[in-house]
């Protein structure tokens, strides 16, 4: 098994962005983390804000009346309610699809398509007395990372660890479109392994990692400014056969069309930050 460069996806949850207040976002890159995000509702939490899958994990910590609550959920599996409460505070983790490292209470496999309510200091002792006391985002990141660094490491054999990276680089390299045939021919390890090992640690498929991919390219396409291509042409440059492949993908993830995404973000901050 050849190693190849390590490449990254960036995930995005939009609805995250457009719906709420004061929303903030600080780049992570360390100990797995992709970002640290905050957000608040000063007008009322919206009915029905939408999760997008994205393989990865969030940790959100609900600041607010003198107690810090923890909730941790791994990626949905098609467009899903996300419920939040208006005058608080949200304080988010949201780590790169398969470098979660989770402290022994917890298993990938039951976050996957679920929220759950936790005891956020199993994440480091009094972590969250201290993310209620400090003074903005970045403190908190640096509060939380400096926590994420003392838990124990991944006790996975180094080959499980090798194997599962060379997947997920694999397939983000060919845009989410590559079988399990050619990745057992490349690693030499058969189709079912490969199926066992990923599932081991994304708590999905490699085939549904890979339409998330595809999904989560799209997105990124979209949110840049300027001209975009037409569908068809997207729907290719993203990894998909052809346009109503992307199009069936796109609204059972999103809940909406391309064209309808395309007119909700229209001259919003997704624009300008992507």
């Known amino acids: 098994m050849k190693h190849i460069d390590e490449y990254e996806m960036t995930p995005v949850q939009p609805y995250l ?6 929303y903030n976002m600080v780049p992570g890159k360390e100990e797995g983390i992709s970002q640290f995000y905050e ?15 994205d393989g990865s994990v969030d940790l959100l910590f609900r600041i607010g009346n003198g107690q810090v609550k923890t909730y941790i959920g791994g990626t949905v599996l098609a ?7 208006t005058g608080r505070q949200y304080f988010g983790v949201r780590f790169l699809p398969g470098r979660c490292v989770l402290p022994k209470e917890l298993a990938i496999a039951d976050l996957v398509n679920n929220d759950l309510e ?18 903005d985002i970045r403190q908190r990141a640096a509060v939380f990372l400096s926590a ?21 680089e694999r397939i983000y390299a060919c845009k989410g479109n590559i079988s399990i045939r050619q990745l057992a021919e ?8 490969i199926r066992r090992t990923f599932q081991q640690i994304h708590g999905i498929s490699p085939k549904n990692f890979e339409r998330f991919v595809r999904f989560q390219n799209v997105l990124t396409r979209m949110n840049r400014k300027g001209q975009q291509p037409a569908l068809n042409q997207l729907a290719l ?15 059972s993830f999103a ?15 997704l624009k300008v930050d992507a």
């Open 39 to 53: 957000f608040s509702f000063e007008t009322g939490a919206p009915d029905g804000m939408t999760a997008v899958p």
């Open 118 to 135: 936790i005891d956020g200091n199993l994440f480091g002792k009094n972590l969250t007395d201290q993310l209620a006391e400090a003074g």
């Open 148 to 168: 994420c660094r003392k838990m124990q490491p991944d006790q996975r054999t180094e080959g499980i660890r090798r194997l599962e990276q060379y997947i997920r």
């Open 186 to 193: 490349e690693t030499g390890y058969s189709e079912c392994y």
């Open 237 to 251: 440059e993203c990894g998909y056969y052809d346009e109503s492949h992307m199009m069936k993908d796109f609204k």
């Open 17 to 22: 962005v457009l719906e709420t207040d004061n």
């Open 255 to 269: 809940g909406i069309t391309p064209q309808g995404y395309d007119r909700m973000i229209a001259g919003t901050k």
């Open 79 to 85: 467009a899903k309610n996300w419920e939040f409460e």
